[in-house]
């Protein structure tokens, strides 16, 4: 028999080996309070920010299509699409889209073409421009580079994949959280993380 079993049932016995029915004090007294318990949630952003809001005049970009429109960043002139050779302060690469019950970007005519299948007669089109410093990417591969990681940020935030964490005691009171992340995997890792740290425990 289990020590600790023991010395319970050597509590509850009388003398003569029989049970005691009452509580005794130490049962009375009930367990110590275990704290409040807490819940991660991960979830969708409900307003999520777009990259257009993030006012970096290094790498930015202007759509001027009905469906997909940008303002350009303020004391940046919005260049014309143009030959990526251009000599001003920017590259300046041509920004095309398919749109069909949503908007997705591409730098290339022929990928939105692909992603449009049968649909890119009409559904595909230049929107815009993707403005790249040259101070900060002299080289063009490396510019065109650039313009493809912001092209990659604005699908996520069209496709709505930006994401947060909440921290929610047991009333659903939201004691931690942070918002604005691009891909929920980023989101659930911070949110863990975060969750051990208020908590002390695994989500």
């Known amino acids: 028999m289990h020590a600790l079993t023991r010395s319970l ?9 029989t049970f005691d029915d009452s509580i005794p004090p130490w049962v009375d007294a009930g367990c110590p309070d275990a704290g409040p318990t807490y819940t991660l949630k991960v979830e969708r952003d409900p307003d999520p920010q777009s990259p257009e809001e993030w006012g970096n005049t290094d790498l930015f970009l202007v759509g001027r299509h009905r469906s997909f429109t940008v303002r350009s960043i303020d004391g940046v002139a919005a260049l014309d699409a143009s030959a990526f050779d251009g000599k001003g302060s920017h590259f300046a690469i041509p920004l095309y889209a398919y749109i069909h019950s949503g908007t997705h970007l591409f730098l290339r005519k022929g990928d939105a073409d692909t992603a449009a299948g049968s649909h890119a007669g009409w559904d595909t089109c230049e929107v815009g421009t993707v403005l790249v410093s040259r101070t900060e990417w002299p080289e063009a591969e490396d510019a065109l580079a650039a313009a493809q990681s912001l092209v990659a940020e604005w699908n996520t935030y ?22 604005g992340y691009y891909g929920e995997d980023a989101a659930r890792t911070d949110g863990e993380m975060a969750f051990v740290k208020y908590t002390g425990t695994a989500s």
């Open 9 to 17: 049932l050597a509590a509850l016995a009388r003398n003569d080996g």
């Open 158 to 179: 069209l496709s709505g994949d930006v994401w947060g964490y909440a921290i929610e005691d047991e009333d659903g009171n939201v004691e931690d959280s942070c918002w």
